[in-house]
């Protein structure tokens, strides 16, 4: 049978900041997801009108094109939504975290469970690590920092 190591007060706390971090990141991610949507829509619908305006009728069919599956994505992953959704709860763990030293370690726990458990958890799998490394560096922890990824670190400059 594994032993279990006991978790302790300061690891909740940590789990609060990565939460609120986490959250952080995935806010600034679908916010600036939403804003490149409305920036290709509003682009697309000026080249649509150019083209038809210079008889382009290819150019203004692709500009048109373009605009609609950016509208459809948009719809489907609603960005802004979650992008709100995820400014709540990153509220919500600062709150937390800012209450932690006040707490015993047992109402922490009670508290952080059920953040963990109420918000939402549709963050591309980059930013987990990013936050992870944000959180572990910001307390000094930087041993435990992991290595970036490509891909981390182009969701970086989306976070």
């Given at each position: 049978?594994p032993?279990?190591?006991?978790?302790?007060?300061?690891?909740?706390i940590?789990?609060?900041?990565?939460?609120?971090?986490?959250?952080?990141?995935?806010?600034?991610?679908?916010?600036?997801?939403?804003?490149?949507?409305?920036?290709?829509?509003?682009?697309?619908?000026t080249?649509?009108?150019?083209?038809?305006?210079?008889?382009?009728?290819?150019?203004?069919?692709?500009?048109?094109?373009?605009?609609?599956?950016?509208?459809?994505?948009?719809?489907?992953?609603?960005?802004?939504?979650?992008?709100?959704q995820?400014?709540?709860?990153?509220?919500?763990?600062?709150?937390?975290?800012?209450?932690?030293?006040?707490?015993?370690?047992?109402?922490?726990?009670?508290?952080?469970?059920?953040?963990?458990?109420?918000?939402?958890?549709?963050?591309?799998?980059?930013?987990?690590?990013i936050?992870?490394?944000?959180?572990?560096?910001?307390?000094?922890?930087?041993?435990?920092?992991?290595?970036?990824?490509?891909?981390?670190?182009?969701?970086?400059?989306?976070?």
């Amino acid at each position: 049978m594994p032993e279990q190591i006991a978790r302790t007060k300061y690891q909740a706390i940590l789990d609060t900041q990565y939460g609120a971090t986490y959250h952080r990141f995935c806010r600034r991610f679908y916010r600036h997801v939403s804003k490149i949507f409305a920036f290709i829509v509003l682009m697309g619908g000026t080249a649509a009108v150019g083209g038809f305006m210079a008889s382009s009728a290819g150019f203004g069919t692709f500009a048109a094109l373009l605009m609609a599956v950016t509208t459809v994505m948009d719809q489907l992953l609603s960005p802004a939504v979650r992008s709100e959704q995820h400014k709540f709860h990153s509220r919500k763990f600062s709150d937390l975290d800012a209450q932690a030293e006040s707490l015993s370690f047992e109402e922490l726990e009670i508290r952080l469970k059920y953040l963990q458990s109420r918000g939402p958890d549709d963050g591309p799998q980059p930013i987990r690590w990013i936050a992870y490394n944000d959180t572990v560096t910001s307390k000094g922890h930087t041993d435990l920092k992991e290595p970036e990824t490509k891909t981390q670190r182009i969701f970086r400059v989306l976070c």
